[in-house]
Nanobody, 118 residues
């Protein structure tokens, strides 16, 4: 069974930084576009950032120039470096894996809480 396990969430003051990691297992990692999504209380699930199997990245406008997504195909991990955090970044962050050739093969992690205090 495919597993995506997130880590690195927590409580941080506004202006601070956090680094989220997601370890994937039981997938051919290099075939997957990896992404981070988030959901804040009372708000819709939204894309944060994605990175394709060849390293092309895409970011939500709200996090551009503050967040950086990266991947290590040798370790089957994807990371999200979050700097200059704002209270509006508070949410549960979910790791996502989507097969580049078959979007029906999409998987989600269990989520990790990020709380930014102002």
């Amino acid at each position: 069974q495919v597993q995506l396990v997130e880590s690195g969430g927590g409580l941080v003051q506004a202006g601070g930084s956090l680094r989220l990691s997601c370890a994937a297992s039981r997938i051919i990692f290099s075939m997957y576009t990896m992404g981070w999504y988030r959901q804040a209380p009372g708000k819709q699930h939204e894309l944060v950032a994605t990175i394709t199997n060849i390293g092309s990245t895409n970011y939500a406008d709200s996090v551009k120039d503050r967040f950086t997504i990266s991947r290590d195909n040798g370790k089957n991990t994807v990371n999200l470096q979050m700097n200059s955090l704002k209270s509006e970044d508070t949410a549960i962050y979910y790791c996502n894996a989507r097969n580049s050739r078959d979007w029906l093969q999409t998987y989600w992690g269990q989520g990790t809480q990020v709380t930014v205090s102002s």
